[in-house]
């Protein structure tokens, strides 16, 4: 692995900016092949939700945190609870606000991992479906 190859995965896997700065660098700096992308952008910007889901079990073992999220709660939140990670806005939430964001959402809202981990990865790789697609349309 040389450097370029580690600042790629380093792009992908950060929470801001993520896939849509990996992938146009990934294109047009490192000349990676389409099907490397879509295996290997998905993947590193997956990692955030891994990440999240051990931080929040950790977190979850302390009793100020479980009370600080007890009195969060509101309407809103009741609403996630009753959607209980459901594929279509799971979907759809993550390029808009990030997977990590998504995955303590849905953490917050009692999901676990393995209930979104498709619509994720779905979504994941449509985003960088696109982001490759629109690399090749619109080179420089």
């Known amino acids: 692995m040389t450097a370029s190859d580690f600042t790629y995965a380093l792009l992908a896997v950060n929470p801001v900016g993520g896939l849509l700065a990996a992938v146009p660098w990934g294109v047009f700096e490192r ?9 290997s952008g998905p993947l590193l910007g997956y990692l955030q939700v891994v990440v999240v889901d051990l931080a929040w079990s950790q977190l979850n073992r302390l009793a100020w945190w479980r009370a600080l999220l ?17 594929f279509v806005p799971v979907f759809l939430l993550t390029p808009v606000i990030g997977p990590w ?40």
């Open 31 to 39: 000349h990676y092949s389409w099907p490397q992308l879509l295996v």
């Open 70 to 86: 007890v009195r969060r709660r509101s309407p809103r939140v009741e609403r996630l609870l009753q959607s209980r990670g459901a």
């Open 101 to 140: 964001l998504v995955m303590a959402c849905m953490r917050y809202a009692g999901v676990p991992q393995r209930r979104v981990a498709l619509p994720i990865l779905a979504s994941l790789f449509v985003l960088t479906l696109g982001l490759v697609a629109a690399c090749a349309l619109f080179p420089r």
